[in-house]
């Protein structure tokens, strides 16, 4: 009987164990959610940013758009030629450019690193706060990365 208990308390501290490894595991950027996202449901009146911004990529129009009326925020936007499977999301810089508006480089934008607000499976992403700080919209189109420029707001 002795036996008995001991098999089941090891079998159940395997189990425990293996259960607490899986929860432990930390998620990729693969795998990124809306926490990276600053605002959820954000109302306002979006219009596209251009100066390569927004573009055109495969028959798809993706726009990065910004709030106009606080301007604080932005999200992307496929606007037209969207199709199964296409992800989209917004990046945002770590980095603030405080006196500056206008695109900036890549390199400038991730020299503090970035964060990913998605990916979505649907024609738009929620936003992010963009207040001096670099955003750029990004999709994955029949298995093709693209992104637009970084722009600051």
Known sequence: ????????????????ISTSALLLVPA???????DDCDGIGVIGVFRAVESGASFDFRGRRVELQN????????RAEIKSGRKAGDRLWVDRSHRSFPDFKGTVTDQ?????????????????TQSV????????ACGE???????????VD
């Open 108 to 124: 400038q934008a991730k020299r503090d690193g970035w964060k990913m607000c998605g990916p979505y499976t649907g024609s738009r």
């Open 1 to 16: 009987m002795k036996k008995l208990r001991t098999s089941r308390a090891v079998a159940a501290s395997a189990v425990l």
């Open 141 to 151: 189109f029949d298995g093709i990365t693209k992104c637009g420029k970084w722009w």
């Open 28 to 34: 990729s950027a693969a795998s990124a959610t809306e």
């Open 129 to 136: 706060y963009n207040a001096n700080y670099a955003a750029r």
């Open 67 to 74: 709030e106009s009326a606080l301007d604080r925020y932005s």
